[in-house]
């Protein structure tokens, strides 16, 4: 729903920036100014001297002005906050094979998936996210290894062991999964 809102605004925002722009641009070129256009001409300014200072002595004016540019930004953090915050299931439905269902909280498979990864051999520790959707859940593992171990043969170990345990568990046949591989920087040992 947050991809939509988020289309729809942009969109708004978008088209009313290019009537806007393109309007003034067209006008400054030599244009001919539409009927809505506030202002005669081409060397006509947006906002002239009366304008700017109508109400710079009346004891409102200020404070107002300072609201509504506040109110502006706390709006503009609150999207920009809610586009970045990547969405996780809260939990993941499962399939009990009853017709019934059960839930399973996304942080709970979370940590087991990255508990039990970090216990395979030549991983430092694992970290899990789960991605997708509660009907759909997908994961995403970064995985701290050891700079003796072969890539390969983590993800190999990572695909059978914790991620079939996680697919067994939840019901879900597949549990697509992006994995990242970061080797552990190890410090240099010290030869006597």
């Given at each position: 729903m947050l991809k939509g809102v988020n289309r729809v605004l942009l969109g708004i925002a978008g088209l009313a920036l290019l009537v806007l722009g393109g309007s003034v641009l067209a006008i400054g070129l030599g244009a001919p100014a539409p009927s809505w256009w506030p202002h005669d001409g081409r060397h006509?300014?947006?906002?002239?001297?009366?304008?700017?200072?109508?109400?710079r002595d009346d004891g409102w004016w200020w404070p107002v002005v300072i609201a509504v540019l506040a109110v502006l930004v706390l709006l503009s953090l609150w999207w920009l906050l809610a586009v970045l915050r990547?969405?996780?299931p809260a939990e993941v439905?499962?399939?009990?094979?009853?017709?019934?269902?059960?839930?399973?909280?996304?942080?709970a498979l979370e940590q087991a998936i990255a508990e039990e990864a970090s216990h395979l051999d030549g991983v430092d520790r694992a970290h899990v996210l789960l991605t997708g959707h509660r009907n759909t859940p997908g994961t995403r593992v970064l995985l701290h290894l050891h700079p003796h171990i072969d890539p390969a043969t983590a993800l190999r170990a990572?695909?059978?062991?914790?991620l079939t345990h996680a697919r067994a568990s939840?019901?879900?046949?597949?549990?697509p999964t992006e994995a990242r591989l970061q080797a552990v920087k190890h410090h240099p040992e010290r030869v006597t």
């Amino acid at each position: 729903m947050l991809k939509g809102v988020n289309r729809v605004l942009l969109g708004i925002a978008g088209l009313a920036l290019l009537v806007l722009g393109g309007s003034v641009l067209a006008i400054g070129l030599g244009a001919p100014a539409p009927s809505w256009w506030p202002h005669d001409g081409r060397h006509d300014v947006l906002l002239d001297e009366a304008e700017r200072t109508r109400w710079r002595d009346d004891g409102w004016w200020w404070p107002v002005v300072i609201a509504v540019l506040a109110v502006l930004v706390l709006l503009s953090l609150w999207w920009l906050l809610a586009v970045l915050r990547r969405r996780r299931p809260a939990e993941v439905l499962l399939d009990t094979g009853d017709d019934e269902g059960a839930s399973l909280r996304g942080r709970a498979l979370e940590q087991a998936i990255a508990e039990e990864a970090s216990h395979l051999d030549g991983v430092d520790r694992a970290h899990v996210l789960l991605t997708g959707h509660r009907n759909t859940p997908g994961t995403r593992v970064l995985l701290h290894l050891h700079p003796h171990i072969d890539p390969a043969t983590a993800l190999r170990a990572l695909a059978k062991g914790p991620l079939t345990h996680a697919r067994a568990s939840t019901g879900h046949p597949t549990l697509p999964t992006e994995a990242r591989l970061q080797a552990v920087k190890h410090h240099p040992e010290r030869v006597t």
